[in-house]
């Protein structure tokens, strides 16, 4: 397929039909623990064209329940985590861990997966598993930290261009052929331009849709300055396979993307920690701009209530949103609720805004509705009781039955999470995603 960009004539890529194309997009990076549901819904609010969930490794995602939950209509990929109990499978102080979230109606097609992963097949396995949520899904090949690169995943893969180029193939063929979805990549500069133009050419070669380029070399530590030299070089070489190139680093505001796009000659724009500190930068000046941050709190609080978050993760993001030196960031380090937030912030007689916390403080157990913690007798009491019954089970009706049995003791599973069996088609008309704070922290 061949378009007109700035007068001239370029090839491009076929864009999958339930896939988006990134040409002309301003879009949220992935960003583990900032780039979770209610990150993303408020970018979106605010302009951002598409967005992309944090990264989630394969192996954390295969073997996750999907559920629905009606309450807050999000498809919720989850596990049950132990909380250090000795019997994780029926000891009722378990927890549901939500591995990834995604609001199909208000994310639609606009919801990229990023996934970290080392391994071809794994990498179609866990991708499988959300292909029909999402718009496409990206591999992650620029992450620097240790747990990411030791693992072979990240910017690990940058070394292993064949590793990453099988990566790339599987993914295309057995997860963005039969979804109609398309396959992109994220990566970062190499050593030299030769370097970083002889990989960009491997990996377009590969039938992928997209590539990001974040303009630091490995090495360099988030404060570094982009460097931007390579970016027209690496923006040609997609160009002639037809590939969309989106540009990242230091990128701070709708116009500004706008600007640097036609300066380089990319496609569009990633970003990061603006849209963590003020997702309304997706907003242009002629729309209004930047908003305050007291606003873009403000919506960000009450997304957060709507999804339900975590209150951890909600208060982390707050922490990046409300400057350190404002009154209300001390007062919000306090709270340990969405009833004391709302309260803290001054929003207390706001009877909409007090309703919603108090329902979804209710919905997470925390402040007002926090149960009592099990004491260490209690907790060995009842392994004692749930082995006991688990083992009885087992020996009479083998082993899901004995998780069966086990749920009840657990009581944890209900109506509101059963399994989700949504037809294929309204799931794709909606959207997306959610890491877990464990494997959050270790992927960021
Ligand atoms: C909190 C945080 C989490 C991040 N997590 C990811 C991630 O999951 N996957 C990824 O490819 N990059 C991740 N990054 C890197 C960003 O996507 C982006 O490449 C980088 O911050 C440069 O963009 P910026 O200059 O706009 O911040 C993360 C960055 C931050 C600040």
């Known amino acids: 397929m061949l378009r007109r960009i700035m007068g001239s004539i370029t090839k491009q890529v076929p864009i999958p039909k ?21 990150s993303r819904l408020i970018a979106l609010k605010y302009g951002a064209d598409l967005v992309w969930g ?15 939950n009606e309450q807050t209509k999000t498809v919720d990929f989850s596990r049950l985590s132990s909380n250090g109990s000795k019997n994780p499978l029926i000891n009722p102080d378990q927890k549901e861990s939500i591995i990834y979230r995604l609001h199909p109606e208000r994310e639609g097609k606009r919801l990229i997966y990023q996934i970290g992963t080392a391994d071809p097949e794994t990498a179609v396995e866990a991708a499988s598993l959300v292909a029909k949520y999402v718009a496409g899904i990206d591999v992650n090949a620029g992450c620097p930290k240790p747990f990411s690169t030791t693992g072979g ?4 893969l940058l070394k292993t261009p064949e590793k990453l180029c099988s990566i790339l193939r599987a993914l295309v063929k057995e997860v963005g052929e039969p979804n109609e979805i398309g396959i992109s990549v994220k990566i970062r ?3 030299t331009p030769e ?3 002889s990989l960009v050419r491997q990996l377009c070669a590969t039938g992928i849709t997209g590539l990001t380029l974040h303009c630091r070399t490995t090495p360099m530590r988030p404060r570094e300055r982009a460097i931007r030299a390579q970016l027209k070089i690496v923006a040609d070489t997609c160009h002639e396979a037809g590939v969309a190139c989106l540009m990242n680093g230091d990128v701070t505001s709708r116009d500004e993307a706008y600007k640097l796009m036609e300066e380089y000659g990319v496609d569009g724009a990633m970003i990061a920690t603006a849209a963590e500190t003020n997702p ?4 242009a000046e002629a729309d209004g701009g930047i908003a305050s941050w007291e606003e873009a709190v403000k919506e960000y609080v009450k997304i957060s ?8 993760n909600t208060k982390y993001l707050l922490g990046q949103m409300i400057p350190g030196k404002q009154p209300a960031y001390k007062a919000m380090t306090r709270t340990k609720s969405y009833g004391e937030l709302v309260e803290a912030l001054g929003w207390g007689k706001e009877p909409e805004l007090a309703e919603l916390a108090k329902k979804t403080d209710e919905a997470l157990e925390i402040g007002a509705f926090e149960k009592p913690k099990l004491t260490k007798a209690e907790r060995k009491k009842l392994n004692k009781e749930s082995a006991k019954l688990a083992a009885q089970s087992n020996e009479t009706n083998g082993s899901q039955e004995g998780k069966e049995a086990a749920q009840v003791v657990g009581q944890k599973r209900s109506a509101e999470t059963a399994e989700l069996e949504m037809p294929a088609d309204a799931a794709r008309e909606m959207g997306p995603a959610t890491v877990p704070e464990k494997a959050s922290v270790l992927a960021v």
């Open 153 to 156: 995943m990240g910017a690990a």
């Open 18 to 38: 339930n896939g988006v194309d990134y040409r002309g997009k301003i879009v949220l990076a992935p960003m583990v623990r900032s780039g979770e549901c209610p």
């Open 195 to 197: 370097e970083t133009q």
């Open 189 to 191: 500069l190499l050593d």
């Open 305 to 312: 209530m709507e999804v339900e978050n975590r209150w951890g």
């Open 54 to 68: 944090p990264e989630t490794i394969d192996k954390a995602m295969i073997g996750t329940t999907r559920t629905f």
């Open 280 to 283: 309304s930068c997706f907003r």
